[in-house]
């Protein structure tokens, strides 16, 4: 059986780093050390895994670790978009954006109001210019 400090390699650094001789993270060191380890949770969900505790164990860091987005490097993200680039200019078609994206969600359809507000910007004449929307992740 692996934990996930062990899968996750650093995290029981971070953990001991944070937890010091108590063996328990202060609520007010969590995001830092969440953050530390590849994650990144936003301030109300750092508040919703942390539930009202002060500390958190080493267990119950390893399960906020996994309850949380990962860092995911802006290259790759770019290389991503790029397979949909059909002419390699660095945009891609809004209305396939919506469709593959659509087709990713395992909770159905894209609305357009979602579509706008996520590339809010970076759409001309119906091309999403992902090389630009990418810097801003």
Known sequence: ???????????????????????AIPAKHVSTALRACGVSPSEDEVTALLGGKT??????????????????????????????????????SI????????????TGQLTEPELKQMTKGFVTKGQLNYVEFVKTL
Do not use: W
Not at 9 to 19: D, I, P, Q, S
């Open 1 to 23: 059986h692996t934990t996930p400090h062990k899968r996750m390699g650093g995290a029981a650094e971070v953990f001991a780093f944070y937890g010091g001789p108590a063996g």
């Open 95 to 106: 209305n396939e954006l919506k469709a593959h994206l659509s087709e990713a969600m395992a």
């Open 55 to 92: 500390q958190v164990s080493n267990a119950e860091f390893d399960d906020m670790i996994g309850k949380c987005p990962k860092d995911i490097p802006a290259d790759i993200v770019s290389d991503l978009f790029s397979v949909f680039d059909k002419s390699g200019n660095g945009t891609i």
